[in-house]
Structure formats: C-alpha cells, structure tokens
C-alpha cells in the first residue's frame, strides 16, 4: 500500500550543525511506528519540522500523497498531524470537554453551546473506550488521563496521524496499559501512530516497525521482529564490534577494598523515577553509569545529591545514615556536582569566569563572610590555569566562552570547594576531542588523588577508559555492573540488550 507518510530526503540545518542529513521515513495505515535515538539523533527536529515548527532546508514530505509543507503546529493540525507530547499542551484550568474541542467551539447564536461541546467530548473519548466526566477540570484527572484527552483531541479533529513523543516517561505501568490499550484501538480504526520513546520494552510490546536516527541520518527501518535489541543499541550508540572482538582497554585495576566508603545506598528509588538501587562508593574509585537516554542514570545522581528527595532506602555517609538529604547536605559532606545541561542547570552565562567559580565556595559559606576578592582572583585564576580554560582573563563573560571551556569553568566551580565526591552527567558531551581528552585525564589525576567520581556517559568507550567499574541501568532500573575483564563495551551492550534471559 502507498504510505500514509512519505519524508524524502529530509534536511534542516541550524548554525554550525546539519541536524537533518537526507533522512527518509514512511508511516503506514494501521501501524505503530517506532522512532528511536539519543540524545541529537535528530528526533526532535524531524517532529518539529513534520509539524511546522521549523521549516525544511530540503526534501518532500506527502501525506496521504498530497505533498505538504506545514507552516506552524495549527496548520499540521489542519493537514491532520496531531502531536501529543511528554508535556501536556492543553489548558489544566478548562475542563475536558473545553480542552478536547479548544478553538472549535460549537456555537448557537453566535454563543457556546455547552450541550454539543459535552456530546462532543463524549463521543471523542467513546471512540478510545473512555469515560470520563467531560465537565470536570482537566487538572483533576491524572497525567495518564490528560494525555489521553488530548488523543481524544486529536480524533475531533479527525486527525489522519498521531505523534507520541515520549508520552510514558511519567506514567506508572498500569497507566501505560491504558494508553497502550488506546494506540492498539487506533491502529485497527487505519490510524498511523508515530511513537517516540527510550523504553525498549514498550518499543517492543507495541511498535510494528522502529527506524533509527543518529547524528541526522536515518541508520535503519526493519520490522519491529526483525531487528534485535542488540543490534538496536548498536544503531543508537554507533559501536562497533563482533562477538569475538572486545573494543577498548580497561584502565589498570586499583586495590580499593581498604579505600573508605565515601557514600552508600540500600534500596534508594524514587516512584515514577527510578527503582530502588543498592550502591556503594568507595574513596579514589570512578563509578560509571551506562545506559541509553531515559535508562534513569540522571535521576540516579539527582537522588545522590539530593535534588531530589527519594520516596524508598536510606542513604549512608561515611557509615552514618542521613535524613532529610539536600543539595545543601550533599555540599557539606563535600559532595559536587556537574549537570549535564551546562547552560540551563549549571553556569550563569552572565556572570564572568571568577563570578561562577566561585559561586559553590561562596554558596558554602555565611551570608556575611564573603570570599575576599584578592583570594577570588587567586583561586579563580589558579584553576584557570590547572584546567587550561582558554578566556582572555577571568573577568570575561562566561557566556563568550566555547563551549569546551564553559564545560572547565563548570568543573572549576566544584573543584574550588575540594570536594571528597565529584557527580559528572556527560561532561564530555558537545565538546571537541582535545578538551574530551583533558578533561578525562584530569579524571584519572583526580580519582589518583582521592576524589571518588560518578560519571556519566553515553559514549561507552569513554567510561571504559576512565571507569574502575560500570553500572548499567535499563528502564529506570540498574540491572547489573561490569568490573576488570568485563569492563567492555560487548558486556555492557549485551547487559543493555538482556531481556527475559535472551
């Protein structure tokens, strides 16, 4: 059959970046199609571009054989692309009724006839086998149900195909058997579902076919059966190996049994976040996290440094349990920490370099005892130098750094407090290989010294030149670690790939 959706030759460029390089992809009648990548693979931007948020630099797009061109998010509604995203984009105060036909009111005399508006609802929510008090707020329904309000939305407007981007990251497994349950009812009425998750479980319960994307470029479309997990990882991740082959070198093993544990958890989780986990952490030891995007490594770390509060476990600080744990608790027990989203989480673009290496110290200390400024340009200036941050000096903005340097700035920050745990979420991530270098380096130097670290990585080399062992995590779930000669990229890809003993 002719496609429902046809993307030729796709292409979209931003300054300095081809975020689409000549990406195909078709979208069937009837069919759940899997569309998988990390981080910059290009997902994001193909939804958008669909969808009119940006427009195309190249390519066709056709829908229903009629080529389109969507010049904004109503106008693809109009075509009949709807989109439902992780995020609800509906109005919480109005009630269901009002939410599902927003913007097409029925009218009587020029009034809302609040009657059809109600049989409306019914009648949209009737055809996923919903129902639902379409007069209540929309806020008094769970997020599950909110989302499944705006597929009912998407059906009044007779949309011809529907875009789920990451629409379970929040829900429990229960909600997810519901919104599952839906997609399988809209797939048998002819409708094409585009279904964009990190959950390789959900993928394949529920997908037909999954196309992967990577660096902008199409890198594989198979039927669901046919394309492995393993061989799935392997697309998003770009590793390359064969069964007998083991890439990369493990770092020399360290005797750390007699180093003190730094940090401990039994059982720490965070509902609807990540499962409990037990962890220890020793003094000078590098723990690394692997596992693909949404796997719940970030939420692991936000647990240790308690930015978020954990719903199950205790954790431990030298031997002694701790309550109440905060970001203010971790920076006394002399943890840091590096987000992987420098600009939003981490630096003060504003302020200048010695502004924002010395913002943890200060932080640290009383309101009244600020960090003398002659000590400020000592510090700021020592680890300008250490870490070899390429600024004219450090009264320059921050924001005119590179991003390589902005990332040193960031590392100086926490180093400036001499910290006992350093938590690293991809410091490595959109910077050029020399800077990746140095800052790996100074990892080694640092773990050589003392400092136990975290680190984060989608780069699976990376963590097994720098890491003393792996932690690998699956769907919110740490389901194993690798350690001496399993310290691999094979081990880990194959632990990310295990499922049901296969």
């Not at 390789?200 to 076919?209: F, G, K």
């Not at 059966?225 to 493990?250: C, F, H, P, Y």
Request: aromatic fraction near 4%; proline fraction near 3%.
């Amino acid at each position: 059959m002719a496609p429902l959706l046809s993307i030729r030759s796709l292409e979209k460029r931003f300054p300095g970046v081809i975020a689409l390089a000549g990406v195909d992809f078709e979208l069937q009648r009837g069919e759940v199609h899997a569309l998988m990548g990390e981080n910059g693979a290009g997902k994001s931007t193909l939804i958008k571009v669909l969808t009119g948020v940006h427009a195309r630099d190249g390519g066709i797009v056709e829908l229903d054989g009629v080529s389109i061109k969507a010049s904004s998010p109503r106008h693809a509604e109009s075509l009949g692309i709807s989109t439902v995203y992780q995020e609800v984009n509906l109005v919480p105060q109005l009630s269901v009724a009002e939410n599902i036909s927003l913007g097409r009111q029925p009218r009587r005399w020029g009034l809302i006839s609040w009657r059809r508006l109600a049989q409306k609802a019914d009648t949209a929510l009737k055809q996923l086998g919903l129902s639902l008090d379409v007069r209540r707020p929309l806020s008094s329904y769970s997020i599950a149900i909110q989302q499944l309000v705006a597929i009912a939305r998407a059906i009044d407007i007779d949309a011809k195909m529907l875009i789920l981007d990451e629409p379970t990251s929040s829900l429990d497994q229960q909600e997810v058997e519901l919104l599952f349950s839906v997609m399988n009812r809209l797939r048998d009425q002819g409708m094409g579902i585009v279904f964009v998750t990190h959950f390789l479980d959900q993928v394949y319960e529920i997908s037909d076919r999954i196309t992967v994307l990577r660096s902008g470029v199409n890198v594989g479309t198979a039927a669901t059966g046919n394309m492995d997990r393993l061989g799935l990882i392997q697309r998003m991740l770009g590793a390359k190996w064969s069964a007998d082959t083991v890439e990369g070198q493990t770092r020399p093993e360290k005797s750390l049994d007699d180093k003190l544990i730094v940090l401990q958890t039994r059982q720490l989780g965070r509902r609807g976040s990540i499962e409990p986990f037990d962890l220890q952490i020793r003094e000078g030891e590098v723990i690394g996290l692997a596992g693909l995007l949404g796997s719940g490594r970030t939420e692991l770390v936000r647990l240790l440094f308690g930015l978020n509060s954990a719903s199950t476990g205790t954790l431990e600080v030298d031997g002694q349990p701790v309550s109440r744990w905060s970001p203010r608790k971790a920076i006394d027990a002399g943890f840091a920490f590096c987000p992987e989203d420098r600009k939003r989480e981490g630096l003060v673009e504003q302020l200048t370099v010695r502004e924002n290496i010395l913002l943890a110290m200060q932080a640290a200390r009383s309101v009244g005892s600020p960090v003398p400024l002659r000590r400020q340009l000592e510090i700021s200036r020592t680890y300008v130098d250490q870490l070899n941050i390429k600024t004219p000096g450090v009264h320059t903005r921050t924001a005119t750094l590179s991003g390589g340097n902005q990332q040193k700035v960031l590392l100086a920050r926490w180093l400036a407090t001499k910290p006992r745990l350093l938590i690293l979420d991809e410091p490595t991530r959109g910077i050029d290989i020399g800077t990746k270098a140095e800052i790996e380096a100074l990892i080694c130097e640092l773990s050589a010294a003392g400092l136990a670290v975290v680190l984060i990585s989608s780069e699976l080399e990376d963590l097994v030149r720098c890491c003393d062992r792996v932690v690998v995590l699956r769907d919110r779930h740490v389901v194993g670690e690798v350690t001496g000669d399993e310290l691999n990229q094979r081990c880990m890809m194959e632990m990310l790939a295990h499922h049901d003993g296969t």
